[in-house]
């Protein structure tokens, strides 16, 4: 491959190389059979980071990191690694990932496939169909506010502190990505908060709707509560088009929004940053799901998440939006004509590997072109 983008595959732990292996193969259709115009390179995360290196993530890949246009990340953790202290736990590399990328902003996608709308655990007319975006903060709010800590109280008793805090710059620089994501949507943007409790919550919807009135008030914005929302998703998600949230509520609604789909092994997910000189994004691509240490080694992960990862970074950093639509395409297809892996298998289907479900996919492509 030659071109001038950069892409870091850091396939991690459990099942993440082997759902990575099967992304490998469609970055490797598109190599073969499309001008792909991005290197790859692959190197350790997680705990096989910390096998090698005693550490989850080295300075070297994260120098690595900081200078690709976009990072592929599998998953990490596992019980080998539970009883380390916390800095050299698996998921550390991850945080630190986000943090070191000036990752603020995490887009998932909560996309029902036709093939799957009677997988879901809600009615197939709520789910059927559904195409909405999750937008949650994702570096500041209650996860990071100070003060926080356990205090002692005297008597044996303590108090658990964690704060709230949102500022202006923080709100309007992901609402922008919110208001711009809905322009290539449908135009319809919910802002989720707690203003009737929460000063922060309030900081936050009046931020957003001045920047809706300075920019894009020729969108729809509507302001919503986060305990409304969590209740609304279940009864209409249809109305949705992209939910723009706090790190908090975003971590709750996003579950939420998972379940309509049916399998965590379907829900791919992006991370952004700022905007660098050239008007590239520091950017991250991973599956929703974890290292599935249950299913670890046996054929049976569902590599659709990763894959659909993949897609997101086609259109998110190399602006490639047609092949991502094709990968799409190919997932939709393979769905349609039966095929399953054991998460989202269904009487009558044809179960498969995650090999297998990898090479239907790149069949599919071939089809396509
Ligand atoms: P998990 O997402 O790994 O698994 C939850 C359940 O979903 C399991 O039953 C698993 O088999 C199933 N599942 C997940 N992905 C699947 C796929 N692609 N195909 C088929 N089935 C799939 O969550 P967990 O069990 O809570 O965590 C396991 C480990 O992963 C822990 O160490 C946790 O810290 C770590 N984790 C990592 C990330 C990440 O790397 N981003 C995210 C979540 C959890």
Known sequence: MSSNRKVLMLPGDGIGPEVMSQTKLVINWFDKNKEVGFDVEEDLIGGASFDKYKTPITDNVLEKSLNADAVLFGAVGGPDYDKLPFKDKPERSLLKLRKELGLF?????AIVFDA???ASTLKTDIVKG????????????????????????GDGKKRGINTEVYTTDEIRRVGEV??????KRKGIVHSVEKSNVMESGLLW???????????YHHMQLHHMFADNC????????????????????GDLLSDISAQLTGSLGMLPSASLGENNIDGIRKSLYEPVHGSAPDITGQGKANPIAMILSFA????YSLDRNQDA?????????????????EDIMQPGKKLVSTEKMGIEICNRLDRLI
């Open 105 to 109: 902003a995490n887009l998932r996608p």
């Open 116 to 118: 799957l709308s009677d």
């Open 130 to 153: 559904l195409d909405m975006m999750i937008l949650r903060e994702l570096t500041g709010g209650i996860y990071f506010g100070e003060p926080r800590g356990i205090e002692e109280l």
């Open 178 to 183: 919110g208001f711009e994501l809905a322009t």
């Open 205 to 215: 919807r009046e931020e957003i709707q001045k920047l809706y009135e300075e920019k």
């Open 230 to 249: 969590a209740m609304q998703l279940v009864r209409d998600p249809h109305q949705f088009d992209v939910i723009v949230t706090t790190n908090l509520f």
């Open 312 to 315: 997101m970074m086609l259109k």
């Open 325 to 341: 639509e094709l990968v799409e395409k190919a997932v939709d297809l393979v769905l349609q004509e039966g095929f399953r892996t």
